[in-house]
Nanobody, 115 residues
Protein backbone atom coordinates (compact mmCIF):
# COMPACT_ATOMS: atom_id res chain seq x y z
CA UNK A 1 0.00 0.00 0.00
CA UNK A 2 1.22 3.44 -0.90
CA UNK A 3 -0.14 6.75 0.28
CA UNK A 4 0.18 10.17 -1.30
CA UNK A 5 -0.88 13.00 0.94
CA UNK A 6 -1.19 16.65 -0.01
CA UNK A 7 -2.77 19.89 1.09
CA UNK A 8 -0.75 20.97 4.09
CA UNK A 9 0.56 24.47 4.46
CA UNK A 10 0.42 27.66 6.46
CA UNK A 11 -2.70 29.59 7.29
CA UNK A 12 -3.81 32.21 9.76
CA UNK A 13 -6.19 31.63 12.61
CA UNK A 14 -9.70 31.10 11.35
CA UNK A 15 -8.54 29.94 7.96
CA UNK A 16 -9.20 26.70 6.15
CA UNK A 17 -7.20 23.91 4.58
CA UNK A 18 -8.09 20.66 2.89
CA UNK A 19 -5.90 17.60 3.18
CA UNK A 20 -6.08 14.74 0.71
CA UNK A 21 -4.61 11.27 0.86
CA UNK A 22 -4.78 8.92 -2.08
CA UNK A 23 -4.16 5.26 -1.38
CA UNK A 24 -3.09 2.63 -3.83
CA UNK A 25 -2.23 -1.03 -3.62
CA UNK A 26 -5.56 -2.57 -2.68
CA UNK A 27 -7.99 -3.77 -5.31
CA UNK A 28 -10.82 -4.06 -2.80
CA UNK A 29 -10.37 -0.72 -1.10
CA UNK A 30 -9.81 -0.09 2.57
CA UNK A 31 -11.71 -0.88 5.70
CA UNK A 32 -10.90 2.40 7.37
CA UNK A 33 -9.12 5.62 6.46
CA UNK A 34 -8.24 8.52 8.64
CA UNK A 35 -6.02 11.30 9.85
CA UNK A 36 -3.86 11.63 12.93
CA UNK A 37 -1.60 14.45 14.03
CA UNK A 38 1.49 14.90 16.11
CA UNK A 39 3.39 17.80 17.63
CA UNK A 40 6.94 17.67 19.02
CA UNK A 41 7.12 15.90 22.34
CA UNK A 42 3.60 14.57 22.19
CA UNK A 43 2.05 11.31 21.14
CA UNK A 44 0.30 10.99 17.84
CA UNK A 45 -3.40 11.59 18.30
CA UNK A 46 -6.50 10.75 16.35
CA UNK A 47 -8.09 13.56 14.39
CA UNK A 48 -10.73 11.72 12.39
CA UNK A 49 -11.43 8.34 10.88
CA UNK A 50 -14.07 7.07 8.50
CA UNK A 51 -15.30 3.79 7.10
CA UNK A 52 -17.75 3.03 4.34
CA UNK A 53 -20.27 1.64 6.83
CA UNK A 54 -20.19 3.86 9.88
CA UNK A 55 -20.43 7.52 10.73
CA UNK A 56 -17.18 9.44 10.88
CA UNK A 57 -15.31 9.50 14.15
CA UNK A 58 -13.83 12.89 15.07
CA UNK A 59 -11.81 14.01 18.04
CA UNK A 60 -13.72 16.29 20.37
CA UNK A 61 -11.20 19.07 19.75
CA UNK A 62 -12.11 19.27 16.06
CA UNK A 63 -15.83 18.53 16.08
CA UNK A 64 -17.78 21.28 14.38
CA UNK A 65 -14.64 22.53 12.58
CA UNK A 66 -13.24 19.55 10.68
CA UNK A 67 -14.98 17.12 8.37
CA UNK A 68 -13.69 13.86 6.97
CA UNK A 69 -14.90 12.20 3.81
CA UNK A 70 -13.89 9.23 1.72
CA UNK A 71 -14.07 8.49 -1.98
CA UNK A 72 -14.44 4.72 -2.29
CA UNK A 73 -13.77 4.74 -6.01
CA UNK A 74 -10.54 6.75 -5.83
CA UNK A 75 -9.51 5.31 -2.44
CA UNK A 76 -8.96 8.84 -1.25
CA UNK A 77 -9.67 10.36 2.12
CA UNK A 78 -10.14 14.07 2.65
CA UNK A 79 -9.94 16.23 5.73
CA UNK A 80 -11.61 19.59 5.42
CA UNK A 81 -10.36 21.86 8.17
CA UNK A 82 -12.09 25.13 8.93
CA UNK A 83 -11.82 27.72 11.68
CA UNK A 84 -8.26 26.60 12.26
CA UNK A 85 -6.63 27.41 15.57
CA UNK A 86 -3.02 27.75 16.60
CA UNK A 87 -3.34 24.50 18.53
CA UNK A 88 -4.15 22.68 15.29
CA UNK A 89 -0.56 23.19 14.22
CA UNK A 90 0.95 19.74 13.76
CA UNK A 91 2.19 17.19 11.30
CA UNK A 92 -0.86 15.40 9.98
CA UNK A 93 -0.55 11.75 9.06
CA UNK A 94 -2.83 9.78 6.81
CA UNK A 95 -3.63 6.26 7.94
CA UNK A 96 -5.36 3.45 6.09
CA UNK A 97 -6.43 0.04 7.30
CA UNK A 98 -6.95 -2.58 4.62
CA UNK A 99 -9.42 -5.44 4.85
CA UNK A 100 -6.44 -7.77 4.96
CA UNK A 101 -2.98 -6.92 6.19
CA UNK A 102 -1.51 -4.20 8.34
CA UNK A 103 -2.26 -0.52 8.47
CA UNK A 104 -0.12 1.96 6.57
CA UNK A 105 0.95 5.46 7.55
CA UNK A 106 1.62 8.33 5.19
CA UNK A 107 4.73 10.45 5.30
CA UNK A 108 3.06 13.35 7.08
CA UNK A 109 2.13 16.81 5.96
CA UNK A 110 2.74 19.93 8.02
CA UNK A 111 -0.09 22.27 8.94
CA UNK A 112 0.93 25.56 10.52
CA UNK A 113 -1.63 27.95 11.94
CA UNK A 114 -0.43 31.36 13.03
CA UNK A 115 -2.22 34.13 14.90
Amino acid sequence: VQLQASGGGSVQTGGSLRLSCAASGSRIGFRKMGWYRQTPGKQRELVATITSRTNPNLADSVKGRFAISMDDVRNTVYLQMTDLKVEDTAVYYCNVVPYFGQETWGQGTLVTVSS
